[in-house]
């Protein structure tokens, strides 16, 4: 199928952990990445590929692939890690590009 | 620094169209591959299209075939997406977003999106 399929929204206590999925048929094939989203700003990329965390992106920030499911941890969160999630990666085309649903993340 | 600025959004009737502008500066950009992706009021991201490094190859999301093209004017460092025969469900915020690698032999964007403009709007009126 031509979807990436995301949680719509889970919680997570200060300072513990939480983690975000992503399944799709084309991440058989394509990493995903993972973008974070504040209120009124544009997306930045967290997490990539198989274990690519840009600079400046904290290390508590985390990813791994099994199948045809994508996973983002953050590992002890902190309230700034409050934002919309979403996935991304390509179809099974390998063409065409896709976005999750996004999933909300709020830091208790 | 590295930075993509959209320009071209506003407000427009159904059935028209419109041209998107996105001005890169502090890189080449002739050496990436770039996206449009959209967000509509309240919801979520929407990839809408890719052109290669080269301009050689474009994808569209089934939404906007046959309505949208994106293309690049690499000697002026511009992006470019027209819209035409635009709809009421077209109202979104456009980003434009550079692809941080492309296969050497193929020419194909592999991700990530690793660098974003802010956005421009587009609205429409009835």
């Known amino acids: 199928s031509s979807e990436l399929t995301q949680d719509p929204a889970v919680s997570v206590a200060l300072g513990q952990t939480v983690r975000i999925t992503c399944q799709g048929d084309?991440?058989?094939?394509?990493?995903a990445s993972w973008y974070q989203q504040k209120p009124g700003q544009a997306p930045v990329v967290v997490f990539s590929?198989?274990?690519n965390r840009p600079s400046g992106i904290p290390d508590r920030f985390s990813g791994s692939n099994s199948g045809n499911t994508a996973s983002l941890t953050i590992t002890g969160a902190q309230a700034e890690d409050e934002a919309d999630y979403y996935c991304?990666?390509?179809?099974?085309?390998?063409?065409?590009?896709?976005f999750g649903g996004g999933t909300k993340v709020t830091v208790l | 620094q590295v930075h993509l600025v959209e320009s071209g959004g506003g407000v427009v009737q159904p059935g028209r169209s419109l041209r998107l502008s996105c001005a890169a500066s502090?890189?080449?950009?002739?050496?990436?591959?770039m996206h449009w992706v959209r967000q509509a009021p309240g919801k979520g991201l929407e990839w809408v299209a890719v052109?290669?490094?080269?301009?050689?190859?474009?994808y569209y999301a089934d939404s906007v075939r046959g309505r949208f093209t994106i293309s690049r004017d690499n000697s002026k460092n511009t992006l470019y997406l027209q819209m035409n025969s635009l709809r009421a469900e077209d109202t979104a915020v456009y980003y434009c977003?550079?692809?941080?690698?492309?296969?050497?032999?193929?020419?194909?964007?592999?991700?990530?999106?690793?660098?974003w403009g802010q956005g421009t709007m587009v609205t429409f009126s009835s």
């Open positions: 977003a550079r692809d941080a690698y492309y296969d050497f032999l193929t020419g194909q964007p592999q991700g990530p999106f690793d660098v």
């Open positions: 502090g890189f080449i950009l002739s050496n990436y591959g």
């Open positions: 052109i290669w490094y080269d301009g050689s190859s474009k």
């Open positions: 084309g991440l058989r094939s394509y990493y």
């Open positions: 590929g198989e274990n």
């Open positions: 991304n990666s390509r179809d099974s085309s390998g063409s065409h590009w896709l």
